[in-house]
């Protein structure tokens, strides 16, 4: 159970209530789980995020293979169901091969990694477990990925660690077609 109640019209900031309707008016209804059940009480700040979710998403340099890597790596080493979850059956599809999402989720020996995988999964454990990028990590993903590419994976792993706080953080339910065993502690 979330931590908070499902948002209103009536519970968002007086001010936002334009916003919550537009969204409301594209979604259909107020979200029950994931980033945007919480989002939503913040209408503003929720179509910002979603802005910089969707040109990630869309229109970044990257390819779908190396976004959905870095979004399994950043859910693992936040420990966030809901995006493991989302992503994981979509890492497989974009060609991230089932032993290296497997050895990730259960955080066991990786196998031989394609350089890509290799770059996105270093810089991504580095970072979020030192707070820091080690020069021949950062070289690594510069020389795999271009400034543009480095720059978007970067941006692409903190966006996905400011959903995985906000999802850990509220508890926000799970889906309820959920695909994924759950992450191991």
Not at 29 to 42: R, T
Not at 76 to 85: F, G, L, Q, T, V
């Amino acid at each position: 159970m979330a931590r908070i109640p499902p948002a209103t019209r009536e519970t968002v900031p007086s001010g936002q209530t334009a916003e919550f309707d537009q969204m409301i008016a594209s979604l259909g209804s107020v979200p029950s789980f994931g980033p945007g059940s919480i989002m939503i009480h913040v209408p503003k700040a929720h179509q910002l995020a979603t802005a910089l979710n969707q040109y990630l998403r869309n229109d970044s340099s990257l390819p779908d293979k190396v976004l959905e890597l870095s979004m399994l790596v950043t859910a693992r080493e936040n420990d966030c169901m809901h995006i493991w979850n989302a992503h994981a059956a979509s890492a497989r599809a974009a060609g991230v091969p089932d032993a290296v999402v497997d050895a990730l989720r259960d955080r066991k020996d990786l196998p031989d990694l394609a350089p890509d995988e290799a770059a996105v999964i270093n810089y991504g454990r580095e970072y979020f477990r030192t707070h820091r990028v080690s020069r021949g990590a950062f070289q690594a993903g510069l020389e795999q990925f271009g400034k543009q590419g480095l720059i978007e994976l970067t941006l692409t792993m903190g966006n996905y660690a400011l959903l995985a706080f906000a999802i850990n953080a509220f508890d926000a339910e799970l889906p309820p077609d959920r695909t994924e065993p759950l992450l191991p502690a």
